[in-house]
């Protein structure tokens, strides 16, 4: 029996993949964990590996065409064995090769003679499918069905009389007839009385092809004994431009799965989260003497430089321990605010495409130099789209630097579930005054996004607190 092969879920964000190349040909035979092809996900681009051995009898997406997760992507079975069954499973249908769930293109309309060739174009298979819609096009009223006048001089192509058309069910009012927004203007336009139709469309809609039958095919010879006003012709609408494509006034980027879940996740962390923002300015005098004591030789010696942010991760994760509240989730499904044992603190990555913040697990248990090391090595491979899913999931904390871009200040939206995040600002050389005297000194400021469902303000001031309180003593984080 042939085998469907679909989209997996691979991360917990991730709602659907785009099929970026395929790897395998149809005909091929493969086993289970060849790879087939790679799928871009909202972070990375990862390989598709099937778990059963077989023929792949069909590839049923082209590249790039994105696929919601459990989607149909190919059918494995037997060599000669038909996919037919499966593709009519997942109504893919049987017939073409990549891209078979693609829609076929419309075919070509077929006028009626003496027919405006303009309403051609509205043929049943999509103007009349929308049905019951109201939405008029571009510079047209939406016609009024009460206000329509009878056929009485509606003529055949002869020049005779039309026959009179089936009447309409009793008891079913002109303001109550179902008929599509196309039926109800051609009806309007040559004087139709949709009450006297009968609709042959679902659920026994008025389409165009049941007036154009009470036309007998043609337009009316004469004109109505009251002639419509003449409206306007519409201002021809410029020509939608193709995704990425570009215009005289602006370049059409399309969505990528990652802009695609960082837009959904921030909306529904900003709207849905009530947030509340808490600043401190941090003397950054001592951390910027231990970091430079710290980084002597470092090179030579075959470590990883220690940076600012590096510093920042590891006083959190300290702060963290100290203050369970803040290393938490707001789990409303679950009812319940999850306290974390464990502290995993993701750091935020700038990538062309967006963000991603892989982490950097049990922060408070591992050296500086160690989490120098691994936030070097996660970063590179996070731009680099070689990231592992469980790489950027579970997190409980959130940092933010945009520091080194000369960001004094900033607020940033929490990273969910998290309870909290933190943006760092850059270290500035400000004049500051110590005893009595005007000096030179070193500043930076950190702002915490707090998620107020799960974070009251004195439990994040007091994390605030310490977080600086570490920073500018960082000899108090050996206690």
Not at 384 to 404: Q, V, Y
Request: net charge negative; charged share 25%; aromatic share 4%.
């Amino acid at each position: 029996m042939a085998i469907p092969v679909e989209m997996p879920k691979m991360s917990d964000t991730m709602e659907e993949g785009v099929l970026v190349a395929w790897l395998a040909d149809e005909g091929d035979q493969v086993s289970a964990g060849d790879v087939i092809a790679q799928v871009e996900t909202d972070k990375a681009t990862m390989d598709l590996e099937v778990y059963d051995d077989g023929v792949l009898l069909k590839r049923v997406v082209p590249q790039g065409a994105s696929v919601p997760i459990g989607g149909l992507i190919a059918v494995l079975g037997k060599e000669g064995e038909s996919a037919d069954e499966v593709l009519t499973k997942y109504g893919a249908g049987g017939a073409g090769g990549d891209g078979a769930t693609e829609a076929a293109p419309p075919a070509e309309p077929v006028r009626q003679p003496g027919q405006d060739p303009g309403a051609a174009a509205d043929t049943p298979s999509n103007a009349d499918k929308n049905e019951g819609a109201t939405v008029p096009t571009a510079g047209e009223a939406v016609p009024n069905a009460s206000r329509v006048a009878e056929p009485s001089n509606v003529s055949s192509g002869d020049g005779a009389p039309a026959p009179a058309p089936e009447p309409a069910p009793a008891g079913e009012g002109v303001d109550r007839i179902k008929a599509s927004p196309l039926a109800r203007r051609m009806a309007q336009e040559r004087g139709v009385d949709l009450a006297r139709l009968r609709g042959s469309g679902p659920e026994g809609r008025i389409v165009k092809r049941d007036v154009e039958a009470a036309l007998g095919g043609a337009a009316p010879s004469a004109a109505p004994q009251e002639a419509p006003t003449p409206r306007p012709a519409p201002a021809p609408r410029p020509p939608v431009p193709a995704p990425g494509a570009t215009g005289d006034d602006y370049t059409s980027v399309p969505l990528s799965q990652m802009r695609k879940t960082i837009a959904r996740r921030l909306s529904q962390s900003k709207f849905s989260a009530p947030h509340f923002y808490l600043t401190a300015e941090v003397d950054m005098e001592r951390a910027v003497e231990l970091r430079d004591r710290l980084n002597e030789g470092a090179e030579a010696r075959g470590r990883a430089k220690v940076s600012f942010n590096d510093l920042v991760t590891k006083v959190c994760a300290v702060a963290l321990r100290l203050h369970p509240a803040v290393n938490s989730s707001w789990l409303e499904e679950q009812g319940e605010i999850r306290r974390h044992h464990h502290v995993h603190v993701a750091v935020a990555v700038a990538m062309e495409e967006g963000l991603v913040t892989p982490v950097v697990r049990d922060a408070d248990r591992k050296g500086l130099a160690e989490i120098a090391a691994e936030t070097r090595d996660l970063a590179e491979r996070a731009r680099a789209r070689k990231l592992d899913p469980s790489e950027w999931e579970g997190s409980t904390f959130t940092t933010s630097n945009l520091g080194m871009f000369g960001i004094h200040e900033f607020t940033a939206i929490i990273n969910p579930p998290n309870a909290c995040i933190l943006a760092i600002g850059a270290i500035r050389d400000v004049p500051v005054v110590k005893g009595g005297q005007v000096v030179p000194g070193k500043r930076m400021t950190i702002t915490l996004s707090c998620d107020h469902r799960a974070v009251d303000g004195a439990t994040g001031a007091a994390f605030l607190a310490d977080v600086r309180r570490f920073l500018e003593e960082p000899v108090l984080m050996l206690l």
